[in-house]
Each structure stands twice: as C-alpha cells, then as structure tokens.
C-alpha cells in the first residue's frame, strides 16, 4: 500500500466501535493550543477557515483506498492532528464521503467554529458528532485550552446548545480534566449548569493519558472523573468515565504495518498495547515492526507516566 497522506488507523473506540480516521488538516492548525495535546503546542492558533488540504484530493484517496480497510472498520471518522472543522471544505468532504460509503460517519470537534453557519450546517450531516467543552467561562477556557484570542465560550455555549436541539444523530460531549487546571468544584458546576441545557446521548469524561503538548499538564485520578460522572448523572445528565484506547480486537487479516504504524503515530504517541488494539495483532508482531521503523529513523520511543510511547519523527 502506497503512504497515505488522509486516511489513518482504523483504531478501537468504545464510542465508534473501529473507526477508521480521516485527517483533513495539516497537523496543528487548530482554534486552540490544548495543554493535554497529544500532538504537540500549536504554534499559531487560528480561526482562519481554508481548503488547507483539498476535498478533492481527500475524496480521491478515499475513494481509492476504502475497500481495504471497509471491513476492518465499523465508522468513518473526520479528525486530524489539528481542527477539522477549519477546513473550509468540510461541506464537500462529508458529502463526498456520504456519497462512497454507508458506514456511519462521525467528526471529533473542539467546537469553536459551531456557531458559525456553515460549519453549524456541515455538523448537521454527520452521524456522530463528538464536541469537547472543558470549560465554560472564558478564564478556566484559556488556562486549559489556550484559545485564539476572539474565540468566546459564550458562542460555543450558544451554538452548541442549539445545534444539540436540532441534530438527530448521536451527540457525545467530551470533556478533559488536567489537575489544578479545570477541575475546580466551580468549573464542574458551571459545566452541569450549562449542560442541562444541551441535549446529548452522553457526556464522556476522561484525562490526560498520552504524552501531553505542556509537560506541566498532569492527569486528574480514576476517583474524580468517577466521582464527576455521578455529579452528572444526578443531575439527569447522561454520563460516563473513558479510557486510553478501548478494547483490543483481533484481526487475521494481512496488514502492511510498515506503512500504517507512521500513520497511526503522526496522529497520536502509542504504546505497543496501544497499537496491538488498534490493528488487531499480538505485541510481537508489532514489535517486530516497530524496531524497524525505530532503525529505519521514523519512529522514535519516549517515556512518560512509567510507559514507553512511540512517535514519529
Ligand atoms: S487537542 Fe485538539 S483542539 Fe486541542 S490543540 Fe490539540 S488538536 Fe487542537
């Protein structure tokens, strides 16, 4: 299989079962400079929306390559090591998309363009739309999340509330906790209140578990995030606790991991476990791969939380 340049994974999700990623911008355009990033700092956050890369050319490879992965995942997923939703072409590529495949299509969103019309209107056509709100007023956003200066959690708020009325698909709202940062008693009750307003099929909570952007970024505990999904659920709003990686899955079918271990890294660090569940093979023979590509220079091992991650060069 040729490099892809678009398409990743396909990676086990408990929300999207394997989901095959589709990256549709450079790596770190993106509206916010999160401290839990697992790609890295944005150098210049920007709201600035542009065909970074072209519908045509995603649809193209798309097109191509689906057949080899259409069994091997369960969803197609917009992302990117960056904002998907800056893609001034996203109208195009989930049409494009929608128009090859019946395989429900989800976008992972950091929600600060919902307000805008036409991202607001594109949202609209996906299956699965995954928002992240990890904070609500404008001071706990910019500790967390860094934003471009004219980004305002009010008309996140406001378009995110509106968009949950009027979508039909599945709406999961993710929030990250960082110790000391966002998980004051105030910010959780600030997010219930304004939470209760939106209407989702589940709010997910996680932490940090991959190398972060800023090295003073830390994880809040397991008993927190419990302890917060029970905060939710009493107030009748759906909740629940996620993982790193989800479920491992196991696949006999013939994989050029030479190729699809760089993709998968370019998106995120990954532990061997990680990448034994993503492609469905046993440790070994990931290792195996993985000390080439370590010796070929592609990939290189770091440390962090008492566990080795790889990353692409
Ligand atoms: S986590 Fe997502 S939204 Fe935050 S800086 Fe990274 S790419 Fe951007």
């Known amino acids: ?20 990623g589709i990256n549709i911008v450079p790596a770190k355009i993106c509206s916010l400079d999160c401290l839990y990033c697992e790609v890295g700092k ?23 390559n689906f057949n080899k992965f259409e069994d091997l995942c369960d969803t197609v997923t917009v992302t990117g090591a960056g904002e998907p939703t800056l893609n001034s072409e996203l109208d195009k590529i989930i049409t494009g998309i929608k128009e090859l495949t019946d395989k429900p299509c989800a976008i992972l969103t950091n929600t600060t363009t919902i307000h805008i019309q036409e991202v607001y209107e594109s949202l609209l056509k996906f299956d699965i739309v995954v928002p992240s709100l990890d904070a609500v007023t404008n001071d706990i ?12 959690t009010a008309n996140i708020i406001a378009g995110l509330e509106k968009f949950s009325k009027e979508y039909t698909g599945k709406l999961f709202v993710e929030i990250l906790f960082c110790k000391d940062v966002n998980d004051s008693r105030e910010n959780i009750d600030n997010i219930i209140k304004v939470l209760k307003n939106i209407k989702c099929s589940k709010v997910q909570l996680g932490t940090i578990h991959r190398p972060p952007a800023y090295s003073t970024a830390y994880p ?25 990686f989800a479920s491992v899955y196991k696949s006999s079918a013939s994989l050029n991991l030479h190729d699809l271990i760089p993709s998968l890294l ?16 046993n440790e070994r023979e990931i290792k195996e791969s993985v000390n080439k590509l370590v010796i070929e220079n592609k990939i290189k091992a770091i440390e962090y939380n008492h566990d080795t991650y790889y990353t692409i060069i």
């Open 1 to 20: 299989m040729s490099e892809l340049k678009y398409l990743f994974g396909p990676a086990p999700s408990r929300r999207l079962g394997r989901s095959l």
């Open 42 to 64: 944005t150098k210049t956050t920007t709201i600035q929306r542009k065909p970074y890369y072209k519908a045509s050319d995603i649809l193209k490879e798309f097109k191509e």
């Open 141 to 152: 956003f910019k500790a967390v999340n860094l934003p471009e200066k004219s980004i305002d």
């Open 220 to 244: 809040v505990t397991d008993e927190f995030l419990l302890d917060t999904a029970k905060d939710l659920l009493m107030n009748n709003i759906p909740a629940e606790v996620t993982g790193g």
């Open 266 to 281: 370019k998106m995120r660090p990954c532990t061997l476990l990680d990448m034994s569940g993503v492609f469905g093979k």
